[in-house]
């Protein structure tokens, strides 16, 4: 095998690699997210029911925005990852 094929080779193993981790890292965001989330929305609802006050249901759409974008970061962040994968390859 030549020297410039084993250097594709080795330099497409370390693309993925870092396209790998930075799908992984943006999944852990969004876990983080959802996790935050969810208990804001579940703290904020329990306020509201027991006081009625409409601040906790501006509240709970703040924390429903913060999960959506998160998702549309993640899903942002593995087609771009995706794209990058596939047209290091083609070299």
């Not at 396209?19 to 989330?37: E, G, H, K, M, Y």
Request: neutral net charge.
């Amino acid at each position: 095998m030549s020297a410039d094929k084993t250097a594709q080779q080795n330099a497409q193993k370390a693309v993925a690699q870092s396209t790998a981790i930075a799908v992984q890292d943006a999944a852990d965001n969004l876990r983080n997210l959802n996790t935050l989330s969810t208990t804001t929305i579940g703290v904020a609802l329990a306020k509201f029911l027991e006081t009625k006050d409409p601040t906790y249901v501006e509240v709970i759409k703040a924390a429903e925005s913060v999960a959506k974008n998160g998702a549309e970061h993640f899903s942002d962040v593995g087609t771009k990852a995706a794209k990058i994968l596939k047209d290091f390859s083609s070299f």
